[in-house]
C-alpha cells in the first residue's frame, strides 16, 4: 500500500478501504506520512466527500487513537452538549447550571480560547482560585455531588483527530462535512456521555453556511452515535453576531450569572433556554413543553444561579473577588442610523487585541479586558450614542474609529 | 490575503487572481508558503481545474521564476521536440540526427533519469568521452555548426515548475492537466526554441489515460505557445509498453545507431519518424508528405547516421569506445502463447536494479547494463525461447522467474 495510491483514489472520488484509511490516518499519527501528503487527501476529502462507511471508520480510528473516559461512576443520566462555538459564546456555563439544577448529569471538558473565539476555561479562570485541571476522581465525584463540573483535563482522547484538525485549520480543509462529524463524534464518543446534543451553527461566521449542510452534518452524527448506542440531538442555530452583550472572560462571567438570574432578554438567552429544554427531554424523557416550563422555572426561583454559584465553589473559584478592567473607552458612533449586521470576527479579533485571548497556545491572558455591546442588531443609533465600551489595560491595541464600522448601518 | 482564503477560493472551484496566484506560487518559491499548503491548493486545483485566464497566469510565473535562454544568436529555424517519456524512450536521439541532417536547428537540453524512466543525458554519457555540460556558447556554436546539440546546462529554468513538480510527485497532485500544461510549455518557452512538438503520451503508463485528456492538453498547450509567439504542434502517442528493443544506457546507444541505419522496423521506428516529420514541415513549411519523404530519404541515405556520429564527435564522444556489459542471462519461457502486453514500468525498474537507473539524485549508474527484449507484443512464444536477455553487473539484483511475469500471454 502506499499513500499516493490511497490520495489518487480519494482524488477520483472512490471509497476508501478501512485498511487504506487506517494506512494513511494511522501513518500521520506516527509521522510517518508527512504534513504535505496529509493535506493533499485532506482536501480531496473536502471536495469528493466520503461514504458514510469511510466517515464511521474514521471516526473509529479517531476514538482508537487515545484514551476512552469511563463515566460508569456517575449515577444517573449524563447529557453532554457540544457547539462549534463562536464570539461571546457563554452557553456552556448557563446551560450547565440549569440542567444540573433539574437533576440531569453534565460532565464537561472544555478547551482554552485560540484566535479569535473564546474557551470556557479560559472564562472560568477569570474567577480566582478556579481550579480548572480536576483529576478523574474530583470529576466524577464533583458531577455525583452536584451535577455539573468543567475540567481541562482531558486525559489524551481522539489525539489523531487533534493532529488531523491542527493541519485541516491550517490548509483550508476545514470545511468538510465527514471531517467534521468524525471529529466532533470521536472526542464527544471517547468522552463518555450517554447522551450529546450538538449546537449546529449555520451562517456566515460559522463553518457550514446554509441549513441544509447543517441537517446533512446532524444526520450523520446521529448515525455515528447510533453505532456507539449514544444517543445524539442536535439544534441548528445560526451564528453570524457576537453572542449576548459581552466579550471577555470576567465580563462573560458577570453575563452568565445576570442570565442566571433572569436579568437578560436576548437572542442568547433564547437559544441557552431552548437547548437546556432540549437536554432535560433527553434526560429526563419528558415533553418538550414540560422540559420549557420545567427551565424557566429554574430561572425564576433562582435554583440555576445557586448551581452556577455551588458548581464555581465545588471547584475553588471566590466569585466575589472576580474583577473587571477599571478602565474603559467608550466607542461613540458618529453616525445615524439602525444597526443591521456586526461583524462577530472583527469583535472576536477585537478582544484578542485587548489582550483578552491568545494567537499561540499557552500565551498569558488579561481576564479583566473585554468588550460590551451597549448597540446591537435591530437598535437605532444616534451620533453621540455609545456603541460599546471597551474594558482595556495599557498593553491593550485598539483605533476607536475602525470599531465603528464593525456595525452595519442602514 | 492569506494562503487559506486562497485554498478555501479554489476549493470551491472559483478563479483565482493573477496575485493571488502570485501570492501563492511566489510564496511557495520563496518557502514562505510551506508545503502543505501548497499541496492542499494543487490538490484543489487537480480537481477543480483551473480557467485558461489562470493557466496563463501560472505559466508566466514560472517563466518569470528563471532565466531565459537567448537562442537568438542560432540561426535558422530551431525546433525543440517535447515528450512526457517513459520507458525505453530515445526518440529524442532518432529524431534530432534526422531533423538536423535536413537542415532544420535541434537545440535539446535534457534531463537525467529519475526512478523507472530513463534520461537522454544518462544514454549519452554510456559513450565515453561525451561532454553533455556544455557552456551556453558552446551549446549554441555546435547548434550553427552541425545542426543538433543536447545539453544538461540549462542554467536556472522555471525553478518554480521544479518545486512545484517535486511537490506534485509526492501528493498524488500529477494528473492535471491545467498543471502539466503550464510545467511543459513554461519549460519549453523558457528554454527558448521559435517552435516546439510535444509528443503527448496516452494509456495506461501514461499520465494521462484516455484520447479526448490528451487533446485537451494539446489545445491549451497551443493557446499558450501562441501567447508567446511559439508555434505548438502535438502527437498523440500511446505508451502502454516500453519503446523500441533496448532498456538500458549503452544498449540504447546501439539501438539508436541501429534505427538510423535502417535496420530496425517497429512502433519506435514509426513514432520516430512520424515525429521528425512533423518537426520538418514546421521547420521547411512543406507538405506532409515532402517532408516524410525527406525524413525517409534521410535514412536510406545514411544522413541521418552520419548527422548522429558528427554530433557525438563534436561533443567529444567516442563512438568506437561505447561498451555494453559481457555478462548475460537469458531469461527463459515456461510458458506457450500469444504476448498480449507487456509491463512498460517493471521492465523500466528492472534496468534500475540491474544498475542502469538512479532512485535519488546524483547516485552512480552502470551505462553497461540494461536488457535487450526479444519478444514483443504479437509475439508468438514457446516454452524455452528467450523472452530477453539481461545485461548484468556483478551488483546486479534480479528474479528471472518474476521477470517472465512482465509479460502477458494469451
Known amino acids: 500500500m502506499n499513500m499516493i495510491d490511497i490520495i489518487d483514489k480519494k482524488r477520483k472520488g472512490l471509497e476508501l478501504l478501512p485498511n487504506e ?84 448529569k453534565v460532565p464537561k471538558m472544555s478547551g482554552r480560547g485560540l484566535g479569535h473565539t473564546g474557551g470556557t476555561i479560559d472564562k472560568l479562570e477569570s474567577i480566582p482560585g478556579f481550579k480548572t485541571a480536576l483529576s478523574r476522581e474530583e470529576f466524577i465525584n464533583q458531577v455525583n455531588e452536584i451535577g455539573f463540573a468543567v475540567t481541562s483535563q482531558t486525559g489524551n482522547l481522539a489525539p489523531l483527530d487533534k493532529k488531523v484538525y491542527a ?76 453572542l449576548g452583550t459581552t466579550i471577555g472572560n470576567s465580563l462573560e462571567i ?57 458548581f464555581v465553589k465545588a471547584q475553588g473559584g471566590q466569585i466575589e473577588k472576580l474583577e473587571v478592567s477599571t478602565i474603559t473607552k467608550d466607542v461613540i458612533s458618529n453616525k445615524k442610523g439602525h444597526v443591521v449586521d456586526m461583524d462577530a470576527y472583527k469583535f472576536g479579533k477585537l478582544s484578542l487585541d485587548l489582550g483578552g485571548g491568545r494567537i499561540v497556545k499557552d500565551q498569558q491572558i488579561d481576564p479583566k479586558v473585554g468588550i460590551v455591546l451597549k448597540k446591537k442588531i435591530g437598535d437605532d443609533v444616534f451620533p453621540g450614542d455609545v456603541l460599546c465600551t471597551l474594558y482595556i489595560s495599557e498593553k491593550s491595541k485598539f483605533d476607536l474609529n475602525e470599531i465603528i464600522d464593525y456595525y452595519t448601518f442602514k
Not at 456566515?204 to 453556511?209: M, Q
Not at 452515535?225 to 445524539?232: P, S, T
Not at 433572569?262 to 437547548?275: D, Q, S
Open 21 to 104: 484509511l487506517n494506512y494513511a490516518f494511522n501513518g500521520y499519527l506516527k509521522n510517518i506520512i508527512p504534513d504535505y501528503q496529509m493535506s493533499s487527501l485532506l482536501m480531496a476529502i473536502c471536495i469528493k466527500g466520503m461514504t458514510d462507511k469511510e466517515i464511521f471508520e474514521l471516526t473509529d480510528l479517531f476514538i482508537k487513537s487515545g484514551d476512552k473516559l469511563d463515566l460508569d461512576n456517575i449515577k444517573g443520566v449524563k447529557v453532554d452538549k457540544h457547539s462549534t462555538g463562536g464570539v461571546g459564546d457563554k452557553t456552556t456555563l448557563v446551560i450547565g447550571s440549569i440542567v444540573a439544577s433539574l437533576g440531569v
Open 167 to 242: 493541519l485541516r485549520d491550517v490548509t483550508g480543509t476545514v470545511e468538510s462535512i465527514p471531517l467534521i462529524a468524525a471529529s466532533i463524534m470521536s472526542k464527544k464518543i471517547a468522552s463518555g456521555a450517554d447522551k450529546i446534543i450538538v449546537d449546529v451553527k449555520v451562517g456566515n461566521g460559522a463553518l457550514l453556511k446554509t441549513r441544509e449542510e447543517a441537517i446533512k452534518l446532524s444526520e450523520i452524527m446521529k448515525k455515528i452515535g447510533g453505532r456507539y448506542g449514544r444517543e445524539v440531538e442536535t439544534m441548528v442555530t445560526y451564528m453570524d453576531i457576537p
Open 254 to 310: 458577570l453575563e452568565v450569572m445576570k442570565i442566571l438570574k433572569g436579568e437578560e432578554n436576548n437572542y442568547l438567552v433564547a437559544l441557552c433556554m431552548a437547548l437546556a429544554s432540549k437536554m432535560i427531554v433527553m434526560g429526563k424523557g419528558i415533553s418538550i413543553e414540560e422540559a420549557t416550563k420545567e427551565v424557566q422555572e429554574s430561572i425564576t426561583s433562582r435554583k440555576a444561579y445557586t448551581k452556577f454559584l455551588e
